[in-house]
């Protein structure tokens, strides 16, 4: 395998041809046909990528991962082992009218082992969910959650390193990135002095 090609392991069953360069499937993973996966992701064993779900590049599955209908994760996504995604709300067995719900998963945002996601919201980009979180509700962009449900903690940095706040400004020990904190966010300091995303 080249850098370039994907890598398919023997008993992986990839239905999509919807997938980019440099990435790996490993055993016994299954991507259905209308899947879309970017490049140089990692999708471990016994995960199951469903039509209509849209995974960016850099996204790293690890095992027992299903990602569904409506669901998607934007680039550099990390999803720890055995979390779960929803995709229907009101679920009952046999319905003909059920409907899926969008949910997106921002850029960079980390996933912890075991963590819950509702479907309908939106997760940040560089948010951090601890393991075993229930998420039900949206997030913002670098907040630390956890817990049953999931409430805000804190805040992290792009690089994965908690913030610590003096006042409303940060800067991270781990970087350097300076960041400014209003009630319910908290961003990262251009080079210019505004707040990006």
């Known amino acids: 395998m080249t850098g370039d090609q994907v890598f398919k392991h023997q008993t992986a069953l990839v239905e999509s041809d919807a997938i980019g360069a440099?990435?790996?499937?490993?055993?016994?993973?299954?991507?259905?046909?209308?899947?879309?996966?970017?490049e140089h992701c990692n999708i471990c064993d016994h995960c199951f990528v469903e039509a209509?779900?849209?995974?960016?590049?850099?996204?790293?599955?690890?095992?027992?991962?299903?990602?569904?209908d409506q669901i998607t994760l934007e680039d550099g996504v990390f999803?720890?082992?055995?979390?779960?995604?929803?995709?229907?709300r009101r679920p009952r067995s046999g319905?003909?009218?059920?409907?899926?719900?969008?949910?997106?998963?921002?850029?960079g945002a980390s996933i912890g082992a075991n963590a819950t996601i509702l479907c309908g919201i939106r997760i940040g980009a560089f948010a951090m969910i601890g393991a075993g979180a229930v998420v039900t509700a949206d997030l913002p962009d670098h907040a630390l959650s956890y817990g049953n449900p999931a409430r805000?903690?804190?805040?992290?940095?792009?690089?994965?390193?908690?913030?610590?706040f003096a006042?409303?400004?940060a800067t991270c020990s781990q970087c350097g990135k300076q960041y400014r904190q209003s009630a319910d966010r908290a961003r990262i300091v251009e080079a210019n002095g505004t707040s990006a995303h």
């Open 152 to 164: 805000v903690h804190g805040w992290m940095c792009a690089c994965s390193a908690r913030l610590a």
């Open 95 to 107: 319905n003909p009218n059920w409907h899926a719900e969008k949910t997106v998963i921002g850029r």
């Open 22 to 38: 440099g990435t790996r499937i490993w055993a016994f993973a299954h991507i259905m046909a209308g899947a879309t996966i970017g």
């Open 167 to 169: 006042g409303t400004a």
């Open 79 to 88: 999803v720890g082992p055995n979390a779960t995604f929803t995709n229907d």
């Open 52 to 68: 209509g779900a849209v995974i960016g590049n850099n996204v790293t599955l690890k095992n027992g991962v299903s990602v569904w």
